[in-house]
């Protein structure tokens, strides 16, 4: 599983690649966590709004901080 976090390392992007690396942990899965920083790369997602949550090259979510548990659920599809 590829979890990617876009966004250009303001504070809110740091929370959700914490939590995101926090639910991969209490999940015990195997996932490779990377962070998108290029403004390039992110509007090719269609993202307009950052922060943003990406699996496996799906945008899950967008400009709002996903909590620790709203993560696990959607990695638990």
């Known amino acids: 599983m590829k979890i990617e976090i876009l966004g250009v390392g303001c504070p809110r992007c740091k ?4 939590n995101a690396e926090a639910a991969v942990k209490e999940l015990n899965i195997q996932a490779e966590i990377s962070k998108v920083t ?3 790369k992110i509007t ?3 993202v307009m709004m950052t922060p ?5 090259g799906k ?3 967008s ?9 696990k659920k959607l990695l638990a599809k």
């Open 59 to 61: 945008i899950v979510s």
């Open 15 to 18: 929370q959700l690649t914490a």
């Open 63 to 71: 400009g709002k901080v996903l909590s620790r548990d709203e993560i």
């Open 38 to 40: 290029d403004i390039g």
């Open 52 to 56: 943003a949550l990406a699996v496996d």
């Open 44 to 46: 090719e997602y269609g």
